[in-house]
């Protein structure tokens, strides 16, 4: 078995489009009041560069190679968790009317309905 | 060369890493299961950069010398770049959100042409198709890094005016052709060396510089209201980029999580210009919001001022009143004495909504991000679609440091700038309230034909001022207290 991960033209263009469709479709179910944690959430997302980073960094032959491969891991890592800081910030303060200051379990029914209500 | 081991490792952290990510945005669709969401997303996160400390193992000749060097260099940029980012998403006032988006934004674009940059200075791209591919990557993120920057700039305030000359686009047009001119030659220069004049780190020099100045140049003249969209613009650049330069290390959850984050971009984008009746050309190559040069429709009616204690009495005494917050509120930082004024209504046995323009604010949904902070629950804030045609049967509506997202001229007036624009029916209400701090215009320098209806009132002052007065008018009423 090998398992050498080896991505060639078409195959990259299916990943591509498949990933573009699956990216497309989930947003698109996203309703206009989450639309802020939504970008920073994505833009968490793409903070996964950082693992790009680090491979260009560890194969870093020069010392201009090391420099540039340092920089790309700080602001690959910079990407990934100031996205996740300012999203999960976010996300923690929407509440709703009948339980304002809880995120437990209690009235989720009538919170899933009031939210199903509005997209109708 | 990897082991079978590590490859194993690898491969399954980042697909693990690309599942996490779909199923985490995916829950966000909700905002009962979103903090879930970037939580799944956020272990995806960990796991896919533990794994790829792996990459240790397969590094060749050249670098295994430098290797203890680099582990340590890549912990220390991990800790120093995370640790700071970390920090200031802790710290930053939602008010400032949109600014440091942005900045994370451009830190992932540079990132994605730091990567492009290893590639093309050690010569490590292999064919022509991965040295195109990277060399577009190295252009989407480069421009995505600087243009993200200009715009924080502006978001913040450093730059406070649209920067524009004569022959602006002209020369935007001449740095992108020079860009890709540069990229043409290293790809020719690559293939045959005796081609190239300039030695090539020179060049890559040359082009990463004419890519940097592009996105500058690009971002300098679009306006502050326009911001929404340039953001979403930028957020779907970093995901192409990334997505591109996965490809070229041959990493899936790299092309995968990029690729979606560019298609939610582009969806968010058009969703942004659609709202604003534009199209994304026009919102990032025309001048809008310049000295209205069209005619303008006359207008009848008169600006009728009114005190805040009285503005606010006439709401506690409606049935209905719906509420249209604009970024005014934000720059005054009233949100929470609009909540504060809101329960004093609803303790009366008013129904209080909040109506949301798509591009109310600075980024995409700011305004719903702001009322949430101010304590305000998401079930009283409806989107435009779903508010509009309640207005007909609304006592109040009180617009806050809002103007062109209530301006009727989008519905009636052909010559109007933004005719056309999907708007708030604010002014089909039978009684319209507008605290705004002065007889100025919006950011599209139209007058609002809303502002002198017969049906309409002002309230001139800072929006949190005002909402201070109309808070004590109403309690000093005494009124008991309606269940």
């Not at chain 1, 491979?55 to 790309?72: D, K, M, P, R």
């Not at chain 2, 004495?337 to 949301?356: D, T």
Request: glycine letters at 12%.
């Amino acid at each position: 078995m090998d398992f050498q991960i080896s991505i060639s033209g078409f195959v990259a263009l299916y990943i591509f489009m498949l990933a573009a469709f699956a990216g497309w479709v989930i947003i698109g179910h996203v309703p206009a009041i989450l639309h802020t944690p939504l970008m920073s959430g994505s833009n968490f997302v793409h903070g996964i560069v950082v693992v790009g980073g680090i491979y260009a960094l560890l194969n870093a032959s020069t010392v201009q190679e090391q420099v540039i491969g340092f920089f790309a891991v700080l602001l690959g890592a910079g990407n990934a968790a100031g996205g996740y800081a300012v999203t999960d910030r976010m996300l923690a303060m929407f509440k709703t009317s009948d339980h304002p200051a809880t995120h437990t379990g209690h009235g989720k029914a009538a919170r899933v309905k009031s939210i199903h209500a509005k997209k109708q | 060369m990897l082991t079978l081991i590590e490859q194993i490792g690898i491969g399954a952290a980042d697909l693990a890493a690309a599942f996490l990510f779909l199923y985490g945005l995916h829950r966000m669709s909700s905002p009962v299961t979103a903090p879930s969401g970037i939580f799944v997303a956020g272990i995806g996160m960990a796991v896919a950069v533990l794994a790829s400390f792996l990459y240790a193992f397969g590094v060749g000749t050249a670098a295994r010398l430098n290797l203890p060097v680099n582990i340590g260099l890549a912990v220390v940029a991990l800790g120093l770049g995370g640790g700071a980012a970390w920090w200031s998403g802790r710290k930053v006032a939602m008010t400032a959100m949109p600014q440091m988006v942005a900045i994370y934004n451009g830190m992932g674009g540079g990132a994605a042409g730091a990567i492009a940059a290893v590639e093309l200075f050690g010569n490590k791209t292999q064919g022509m198709t991965e040295l195109i591919v990277t060399l577009l990557g190295a252009v989407i993120g480069a421009v995505s890094l600087s243009g993200s920057l200009i715009a924080w700039a502006k978001l913040d305030g450093v730059i406070d005016k649209p920067f524009r000359v004569k022959g602006q686009q002209a020369c935007n047009a001449l740095v992108m052709l020079a860009t890709v001119a540069i990229g043409a030659y290293i790809v020719v220069g690559s293939a045959d060396k005796a081609a190239l004049l300039l030695a090539m780190p020179t060049t890559i020099y040359l082009f990463f510089g004419c890519a940097l100045a592009l996105g500058i140049l690009m971002t300098l003249p679009i306006g502050g209201a326009d911001m929404p969209v340039v953001i979403s613009i930028f957020n779907a650049f970093t995901g192409l980029a990334v997505g591109l330069e996965g490809y070229v290390l041959q990493n899936p959850a790299l092309m995968i999580a990029g690729m979606v984050v560019g298609a939610a971009g582009m969806l968010l984008t058009l969703l942004m210009a659609k709202a604003m009746n534009r199209s994304v050309s026009n919102v990032v190559f025309t001048n809008f919001g310049e000295a209205a040069k069209h005619k303008q429709g006359k207008i009848k009616g008169s600006l009728k001022p009114m005190q805040p204690g009285d503005a606010g009495i006439a709401m506690r005494y409606a049935a209905s009143v719906i509420i249209v917050p604009g970024y005014g509120l934000a720059v005054s930082q009233g949100q929470g004495k609009l909540f504060e004024f809101v329960k004093v209504l609803q303790a009366g046995g008013v129904s209080v909504k909040f109506a949301i323009h798509p591009v109310a604010g600075r980024m995409p949904g700011q305004m719903d991000v702001l009322l949430a902070e101010a304590g305000v629950p998401y079930d009283l804030i409806v989107q435009m679609e779903d508010v509009n045609d309640q207005f007909a049967n609304t006592d109040v509506a009180l617009v806050i440091g809002a103007n062109d997202v209530v301006n009727p001229a989008a519905r009636t007036d052909k010559s109007s700038a933004i005719y056309g624009m999907p708007i708030l029916n604010a002014d089909q209400a039978k009684k319209v309230l507008v605290i705004k701090r002065g007889e100025g215009k919006g950011y599209a320098g139209i007058v609002n034909a809303l502002f002198y209806a017969e049906n309409c009132d002002m309230v001139y002052g800072d929006a949190q001022t005002v909402l201070i007065k109309m808070i004590e008018a109403v309690r000093g009423l005494n009124l008991p207290a309606v269940a």
